[in-house]
């Protein structure tokens, strides 16, 4: 396959390793290392590169709002990960007294204890937890926590822990019959999945941009929908978060410190940089621009779910076949397979030292193509899987 041949060549690690922890963190694309580069050298040499910076924040808005399919790119803030962008976004929503929140059991930790934090200052009354029966949580447990008081519902797009790819549309629709707004986790998706906010019903997703999207840490976006945006009031803000902040004046063609900031009113932005409070991380969002645009030159992620699946369901069947339990859902996965190992460090240790890369977890292996990984990866790994087990 020439696309992917093409790929690869843009990933140093993969002449080194076999590297499949992209849930972990993807590599470094060379493209991005360029990037960060470039812009550092021009920073060292001319001074600030301002301008070209607030270019570029826009410019990635646009190539993450393309990917999720937004509205428009004014629908995305650009923060510094996944954490600080769902705090950000909670931060300005209200909350009718005696809400609570429903997430899952099944979400990385980050989205469970800002609700935790939300209920410890009674801004919230109860965080109720959808529990996971075989990897997945069933669409009843949704069904039995959300009620008319339920502010909103959190769940990961991909779940870290067992891979399982949630029905997204489905909770948004029995969170809505119950006017409560859904929001997604899409770290494990965003960059190999293909994402429609607006047809799966998503009021907020928030990602940062180090794992699928193979770009650095500091980097993350909130995509926020119309409706919830009309609801906003921010909490806390800054000179990017209002409505005359730098983007805009750079959009108008004004220069930038010509007029004075006018502090004496407080207006704060109509679109979701309300959620910026100050400079951007710019040297993580170069890097991050950059794997985006190489991204999408192979039109990811519509190519890349199938071709990533098939490796995923490859190594499921020979798994399976060494006698070792999956644990990953295989009628709704993404590409993400977890299966059982009495010593998941034991193994994942000697893998290393053979240069394959996956993540132990607790009682488990978690193994994570990308669309740069090869059938000749995954069989390489299954080769050492089975000399592990054979000599241990
Ligand atoms: C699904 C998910 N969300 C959030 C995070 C945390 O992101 P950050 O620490 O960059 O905010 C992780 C980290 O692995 C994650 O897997």
Known sequence: MKWLEELRSHIEIVGKKTYLDNAGAGPLTKDAADAVRDFLDLWQSEGEPWELALDHIVEAKKYFARLINAQSWQNIAAVSGATHGLNSLLSAMEFKPGSNVVVSSLNFPTGIFSFHALKSRGLIREVRVAKSI??????????????????????DYVSWITGYRERIREIAEIAHSRGAFLITDAFHAVGVLPIDVKRDGVDALITGTYKWLLG??????????????????????????IEDNQVSRRLRNEKLFERPIDTSTFKHAKDASMLEWGTWP???????LASMKLLTTYEVPWRFEDYTKGLVEKLADSIGELGLKVTTPLDSHAAIITFEYRDPYGLAEFLGRNKVVVSPRPGTIRVSPHAYNTIEEIEKLLYLVRRYIKSS
Do not use: Q
């Open 282 to 288: 710019i040297i993580a969002f170069e890097g991050a």
């Open 216 to 241: 650095p840490h500091g980097a993350g976006f909130v995509y926020v929908g119309d409706e919830l945006m009309s609801k906003l009031k921010p909490a806390f803000s800054g000179w990017m978060g």
């Open 134 to 155: 075989n990897g997945y949580v069933p669409l009843s447990e949704y069904e039995r926590l959300i009620d008319d008081n339920t502010a909103l519902v959190f769940v």
